[in-house]
């Protein structure tokens, strides 16, 4: 078995945008391994596209309790694949991170 690589954190989005790396560099090609949202005071949803327009690669719909707190989902096997950029749809929520390597 192969050895894990390093896993990377983006900055929170809070708002609809590209995920930026820890040091504001916008994110080239990616893979997604984990994706960690705080909620909202209702439902939302985080939407994820290979760049601004492309491709859906997540949705991920929060629930519709106040103040729930957080959505953490591990990706399985190697994850999810965005082949240009990160951006984010965000609808009440929060914030959120994505977890790649």
Same mark, same amino acid.
């Given at each position: 078995m192969g050895m894990q690589y390093d896993i990377k954190a983006t900055k929170p989005l809070a708002s609809t945008g590209s995920f930026v790396?820890?040091?504001?560099?916008?994110?080239? !090609?990616? !893979?997604?391994?984990?994706?960690?949202?705080?909620?909202?005071?209702?439902?939302?949803?985080?939407?994820?596209?290979?760049g601004n327009g492309g491709e859906t690669l997540f949705v991920m719909?929060?629930?519709?309790?106040?103040?729930?707190?957080?959505?953490?989902?591990?990706?399985p096997g190697e994850g999810i694949l965005a082949g240009s950029a990160l951006y984010g749809t965000v609808s009440n929520t929060a914030s959120t991170i994505v977890f790649y390597g």
């Open positions: 790396d820890q040091n504001d560099n916008n994110m080239t !090609r990616t !893979r997604i391994k984990a994706i960690y949202a705080i909620c909202g005071a209702a439902a939302g949803s985080v939407t994820i596209t290979n719909n929060t629930p519709a309790v106040a103040n729930c707190g957080y959505i953490y989902i591990i990706l």
